[in-house]
């Protein structure tokens, strides 16, 4: 079976093109720019991407037993149960209401992972981020680029923006985000969009809701209508009604012409090259928009797809741009926030102890719009 799987050092699986150091430069700049831009409208530093903060989650991550060969690698190639800590978020780079379709995302922080990391810290932590939908428009620097320098021309002209999306070559990957379905977030699928270092092999990640309760609103989609909020309202009232539970599945690459790594705008085609699960991850009721926790992965922690095992290690143009950019976004947003530095938790006892919000009632109740839809 091992056969049928590509190494992940095997001639073509990266290729990196020319001047491309140059030009995951000039996007870093880009981003950098755009943070400040957000700055000025919010008088607060932001990340580049995945500004939005939509819900925090503690729960378990479980690495399933009996595992084949293929799928036994890095952190999988044992079972066991680790702490993890997750966030929801939405990523586009400015901030939108939630009643707009937009792309969302998690990002998660593994606990008590052993293995040589990629940045050699010792705090046993793995990184894992994941987007709605199994592309992404920011395909390779270079596109990257271009598409980051049409919005910082129109920041404050949207239309326009669409408009140049639309005229590109490859509009319908870049007009993608504006037509991804307005799901509440405890029922979407999540993806790694990227490829990475899968022990011996190369893999992309995917994130699916398990509990029958999420099953039940994948089809349920936001009204243009409902509050801006009502994503994080939303989520915060399924999370404190139910357990929450979603598999942990890899992609493996088993051929480059099908499945490029260099190129993120290609999707790897789920019925030939299927998701297998490796593991899931469970969330008892609880709070998902405690302050504390909330404001402390805003400001103070970072998730970064670098940060883990180095048998995990990120693979392809976007994921070398994503090394440089995050990395220098990160010291900006600090920076500008007052901090010295981002603090890696070591365990879930360095979460903040959660106090719950007071209860404000809004005029217009966003919780009371998903009872009234369940």
């Not at 957000?38 to 479980?62: A, D, P, S």
């Not at 920011?138 to 326009?160: V, Y």
């Not at 504006?178 to 029922?187: K, S, W, Y």
């Amino acid at each position: 079976m091992s056969d049928k799987y590509i190494k992940w050092d095997a001639p073509g699986v990266e290729v990196v093109q020319p001047g491309e150091k140059e030009k995951i430069q000039e996007v870093s700049n880009q981003f950098q720019r755009m943070q400040m831009m957000n700055f000025n409208e919010h008088h607060h530093c932001l990340r580049g991407t995945h500004l939005k903060t939509q819900g925090c989650v503690m729960g378990k991550f479980y690495v399933n037993d009996n595992l084949p060969a293929h799928l036994a690698q890095g952190m999988f190639a044992k079972p066991g149960a680790y702490d993890v800590i997750m966030r929801y978020s939405s990523l586009t780079p400015k901030l939108v209401p939630d009643n707009i379709p937009a792309p969302r995302g998690i990002g998660m922080k593994i606990f008590g992972v052993e293995g040589e990391k990629i940045w050699g810290e010792d705090k046993h932590t793995q990184d894992w981020t994941m987007n709605n939908y199994p592309v992404l428009e920011l395909r390779d620097p270079k596109t990257t680029n271009e598409i980051a320098d049409s919005l910082e021309r129109n920041w404050d002209d949207l239309p326009t923006f669409a408009k140049e999306c639309a005229a590109r070559p490859d509009a319908e990957l870049a007009c993608l985000p504006a037509r991804l379905p307005r799901q509440h977030m405890f029922a979407m699928p999540e993806y790694s969009q990227s490829a990475y270092r899968f022990g011996d092999y190369v893999a992309k990640f995917g994130v699916f809701p398990l509990g029958e309760e999420q099953k039940k609103w994948e089809d349920k989609l936001i009204g243009e209508n409902e509050p801006i909020n009502i994503i994080s309202q939303g989520l915060r009232d399924f999370h404190m009604k139910h357990k929450v539970t979603y598999s942990f599945c890899a992609q493996l690459l088993q051929n480059l012409d099908d499945q490029p790594v260099d190129d993120i705008g290609i999707e790897w085609d789920a019925n030939k090259y299927p998701f297998e699960q490796l593991g899931y991850l469970e969330f008892e009721p609880q709070d998902s928009w405690l302050p504390e926790f909330r404001v402390w992965w805003d400001d103070r922690i970072t998730v970064n797809s670098w940060h883990g095992l180095k048998v995990h290690q990120p693979l392809g143009g976007t994921n070398r741009m994503r090394r440089v950019v995050y990395a220098e976004s990160r010291k900006l947003r600090l920076r500008v926030n007052g901090h010295k530095d981002y603090i890696e938790p070591a365990s879930v006892n360095e979460v903040p102890a959660p106090v719950a919000p007071p209860q404000v009632p809004a005029r217009q109740s966003a919780i009371s719009t998903v009872e009234a839809a369940a």
